[in-house]
C-alpha cells in the first residue's frame, strides 16, 4: 500500500514540476517584452549632429 502511495505522489510531484516551467516560460517572455518595450522607446541619439569643436 505505502508503495502505490509513493507512486502517486511522485507523478502529482512531477505534474507539478510541468505546471512551474510553464508559469515560468510565461513570466520570463512577460519580462523579455517589456525589456523590449523599454529599448524601443528610449529615444536615440541624433547621429547627423556632430558636435562643436
Known amino acids: ?4 502511495l509513493q507512486i502517486i505522489l511522485f507523478f502529482k510531484v512531477w505534474g507539478m514540476t510541468n505546471d512551474i516551467r510553464g508559469i515560468r516560460d510565461k513570466y520570463l517572455k512577460d519580462e523579455d517584452e517589456k525589456e523590449e518595450r523599454k529599448r ?3 529615444p536615440k541619439i541624433n547621429k547627423g549632429i556632430k558636435p562643436m569643436t
Open 1 to 4: 500500500m505505502f508503495g502505490v
Open 40 to 42: 524601443n522607446t528610449i
